[in-house]
């Protein structure tokens, strides 16, 4: 009786505030997308007020509901390629900063992991710290550095122009998002790597060698295959929210490096048509439960195989 | 063990430091260049946090901030330390799934449906209901935390506590709760630095009159790069450097609980 009492007590509190703030706005959202525009934007509404006694009368009934609900939206979007193109576009730049983090992170990591116990702790603090910076300043700084006036684009453009072309722009660019959405999440692909490396048993490694496997040979069918957890959970960390991105092309893309969640942005806060935005919301969700759903699965598959083989 | 590691590897390491904080060290050493420019280094000078400070918006965007992380941090530390505790004490199916989802999903995502949430609700934007979203998004940072702590916590001292007629609120209050109290006070602090530096969910449920630090940089740095930002960058970096060592003294392996 007392367990149940306690059980009620600690998790209603914060049960309840997170379906309210939480489940509750993803439904409404969800359900946002079968809902027609507003005149004004936004929604168009499903209530009204009575003339008579002022108070609110919800309008959609089961027979009218054909005039409230649409699947206006969703065809919006399969008519337009524009919107599917850009999907794929976000995608593909999600996918590339997270090969970018793998080929980026790993020596780190694996540095990291084999180095002396009293550094690494240091080591790893200083691949998190730049996390904890604001993340607008994080892009700035990049503003800065891929700007017109910068070493960087300058030296760049000294090649370039040697080779007889056009002097190029770093900044606003697909290329300036790329090197931001590295930036911004390669933590993310160190931490799990490095808390997957550091358990493995160099007695692998050293028995590998002394049976004359080289050193090329011992990582790839050592390593690697043994490290793919770390690597499928750092991917994870890093395409979710890199598909998602607003921020970063909306500051350092220019109009070349939109990508997905530019264009929500957009719906909500600029076009105003909601439906729309939701139905682009929902696509992107879809995008996210895909990929967390292919690197738990492929992670279930690797350790029943793991079982099987003893 | 400490085998030697090939050249490369090192190298590329290096450079991936490099890379994390050149970016980071050029807007700290420009927010002292005397120059308009962010493009070469001209002399020293103390100009642009003169202008920071003088630059009545900024000012209030900083009182938001901080009146927006306190009330956050506290409202998500008390949510998310009993969601802490009751996930590691029970087998629950929703509140885990709950507490994890906001932190898993791209911000975004959250933010919008907050933005129509409140719309469709008739609140007005502003202080309130970013509040209201920030806590959302804290509590499972802190939940995680406390979580962590607990399962570090040595379960038979409840069990003596309660053999020797402690009951379950004495045993919690004077057992559980100093034990994991770090990892509350850790949790608070990272939520409040979170809540600081929230940008995305901060766009979608601001109103007029309520800008945050994060909302006026974005717009400056909109306009024009200017020094001003890397003043203001500083100094915010420097508060959230203080905030990490604090939490890190509290509670050490907090921050790489997430």
Not at chain 1, 262 to 274: A, G, H, P, S, V
Not at chain 2, 111 to 139: D, P, R, Y
Request: hydrophobic share 55%.
């Amino acid at each position: 009786m007392q367990e149940r009492l306690g059980k009620w007590l600690l998790s209603w509190p914060p049960l309840a505030y997170l379906v309210v703030f939480f489940l509750l706005p993803s439904l409404i959202m969800m359900f946002a997308a079968f809902r027609y525009p507003g005149d004004y934007g936004g929604l168009m509404p499903l209530t009204s007020e009575d003339p008579a006694t002022g108070k609110l009368v919800l309008d959609i009934t089961l027979d009218n509901w054909r005039d409230y609900l649409t699947l206006e939206s969703f065809v919006r979007l399969v008519d337009e390629p524009l919107y599917i193109e850009l999907f794929i576009k976000s995608l593909w730049y999600a996918t590339l900063t997270t090969l970018i983090c793998i080929a980026m992170g790993y020596p780190l990591a694996w540095l990291i992991a084999r180095s002396p116990k009293k550094y690494r702790d240091l080591m790893l603090l200083l691949v998190i710290l730049p996390f904890w910076s604001n993340f607008l300043i994080r892009i700035y700084a990049w503003m800065i550095l891929l700007g017109p006036q910068s070493a960087l684009s300058k030296a760049i453009n000294l090649v370039v122009t040697a080779f007889g072309h056009e002097p190029v722009s770093l900044l606003f660019t697909p290329f300036a998002v790329i090197v931001c959405l590295v930036y911004v999440h390669l933590p993310f692909m160190v931490l799990p790597l490095y808390a997957n490396l550091e358990k493995h048993d160099m007695a692998l490694l050293d028995a590998a060698q002394d049976l004359g496997a080289s050193a090329w040979q011992r990582f790839w069918k050592i390593t690697w295959p043994l490290s793919l957890p770390g690597v499928y959970a750092g991917a994870a960390l890093v395409f979710i929210p890199a598909l998602g991105m607003f921020a970063v092309p909306d500051i350092i893309g220019g109009t070349e490096g939109i990508m997905i969640g530019n264009l929500i942005k957009q719906q909500f806060l600029e076009t105003r048509d909601w439906p729309f935005g939701a139905v682009l919301s929902i696509m992107l969700t879809g995008g996210v439960l895909l990929m967390a759903g292919l690197a738990a699965a492929v992670g279930r598959g690797k350790q029943k195989a793991k079982q099987k083989h003893g | 063990m400490a085998k030697r590691q090939s050249w490369w590897l090192w190298a590329a390491a290096a450079l991936a430091y490099v890379f994390l904080y050149l970016p980071l060290v050029i807007v700290v050493v420009y927010s002292f260049n005397d120059s308009k420019l962010n493009a070469e280094w001209v002399g020293f000078t103390l100009d642009w946090y003169h202008k920071l400070f003088n630059n009545r918006e900024m000012l209030v965007a900083a009182r938001n901030s901080m009146v927006i992380g306190v009330v956050s941090a506290l409202a998500a530390t008390f949510f998310g330390a009993l969601a802490g505790i009751a996930m590691h004490r029970y087998k629950l199916r929703l509140l885990p799934f709950l507490v994890l989802t906001p932190i898993a999903i791209p911000e975004i995502l959250m933010g919008v449906s907050l933005l129509i949430f409140f719309v469709l609700l008739n609140v007005t934007l502003g202080m309130t209901s970013i509040i209201l979203a920030h806590v959302a998004f804290c509590i499972g940072f802190v939940a995680i935390v406390v979580r962590a702590r607990m399962q570090g916590m040595d379960n038979s001292l409840v069990e003596a506590a309660r053999d020797l007629g402690a009951t379950p609120w004495q045993a919690f209050r004077l057992v559980t709760l100093p034990q994991i109290m770090p990892g509350i006070l850790a949790g608070g602090l990272m939520a409040f630095t979170l809540s600081i530096d929230d940008f995305v969910i901060t766009f979608f449920t601001a109103g007029v009159g309520s800008s945050t630090l994060p909302l006026q940089i974005y717009s400056m740095i909109k306009i024009a790069v200017t020094p001003e930002v890397n003043a203001i960058s500083t100094l915010l970096m420097v508060l959230t450097l203080c905030l990490i060592v604090l939490v890190s003294k509290v509670s050490p392996g907090a921050l790489r609980a997430e």
